[in-house]
């Protein structure tokens, strides 16, 4: 858990596991320009989310990743 991830293109959803095998849930989606695992870089704690690929265009979106 030593990245950092920015959207250079498209939508990443944010998806945290329900309990008892549900379905994850949507938390949130993300757009260029934004960034997510900041958190676990600062608290050095595991992440609790995942990013799942979401794109209302053709094109793949496209997130770049920077290590710490």
Known sequence: DDELFIIERGQVA??????GGAP??????LKKGMFFG???LITGERRRARAGRFSSSAAAPRVCSVAA
């Open 24 to 29: 994850a849930n949507e938390v949130t989606r």
């Open 14 to 19: 944010v998806l945290i596991e329900s309990d």
């Open 38 to 40: 900041e958190m676990a």
